[in-house]
């Protein structure tokens, strides 16, 4: 089955950076968007940055100039480099992409999550 799982979550200090991956494995006929959302505590999970398969990005307000989200086709991984953290930054980030099994309708795929601490 399709996996999408994250990594390289941590706690960091403010002004540090982290380098988010997320890694699509399993029976995969290609991938549309890939997306980087994050939920803080108490807080409605909000879209962070995507970007598709032809290499288009956008990103949220809070993170522009910050946060460049990038993809490797050939190894299905999405990528967050995130720069300058604040202390709202702190939350579980999670990935989903739009994914086409082998005949199969498309579907999105969630990770399960990587949680990020910025804090001093």
């Known amino acids: 089955q399709v996996q999408v799982v994250e990594s390289g979550g941590g706690l960091v200090q403010p002004g540090g950076s982290l380098r988010l991956s997320c890694a699509a494995s399993?029976?995969?006929?290609?991938?549309?968007?890939m997306n980087w959302y994050r939920q803080a505590p108490g807080k409605e999970r909000e879209l962070v940055a995507s970007i598709t398969s032809g290499g288009s990005t956008n990103y949220a307000d809070p993170v522009k100039g910050r946060f460049t989200i990038s993809r490797d086709n050939a190894s299905n991984t999405v990528y967050l480099q995130m720069n300058s953290l604040k202390p709202e930054d702190t939350a579980v980030y999670y990935c989903?992409?739009?994914?086409?099994?082998?005949?199969?309708?498309?579907?999105?795929?969630w990770g399960k999550g990587t949680l990020v601490i910025v804090s001093s």
């Open positions: 399993g029976s995969i006929f290609s991938i549309n968007t």
């Open positions: 989903n992409a739009l994914i086409r099994a082998p005949f199969q309708r498309d579907m999105v795929y």
